[in-house]
C-alpha cells in the first residue's frame, strides 16, 4: 500500500468515527434549533428558494424567514447561498436522516 492510498484509508475510517460520533449532537441541535413546526417545515424547504416561497410553505412571515436563515446559517446547520439582492439559506441536513418529522404545512398554525 502507498502513502495515498493508506491516507485515503485513514481518512474514510475518519469520516466513519465522526459520523458516528456526531449523529447524537446534530440531532439534538436540530431538534433545539427548529423546534416549532413552521421552523421545522421552512428547514426542510430551504433548498436555495426564494425566501418568499419558504415564507408561503411554512406559513411564516418573509421577516421571519430571514432571522430563521440567518440563525441556521450561524448554528452550522444551513449554508449562506448568494442571491440577486441578497442571500438564501440552504439547509445541510435532511430532518428525515435523523428521524425528526417533518409537519404536513397545514398542521403548521
Known sequence: MNNEERIIELLEELVKWTRVTSIPEAKTLLEETLASSKERIAYHV??????????????ASYSTIIKWWKKWIKVG??????????????????LEDFGIEIPSPENSN
Open 77 to 94: 446547520i444551513a449554508e449562506s447561498m448568494p442571491a440577486k439582492g441578497g442571500e438564501r439559506a440552504k439547509a445541510l441536513f435532511s
Open 46 to 59: 430551504s433548498d436555495g428558494r426564494k425566501s418568499k416561497e419558504v415564507a408561503k410553505l411554512a406559513n
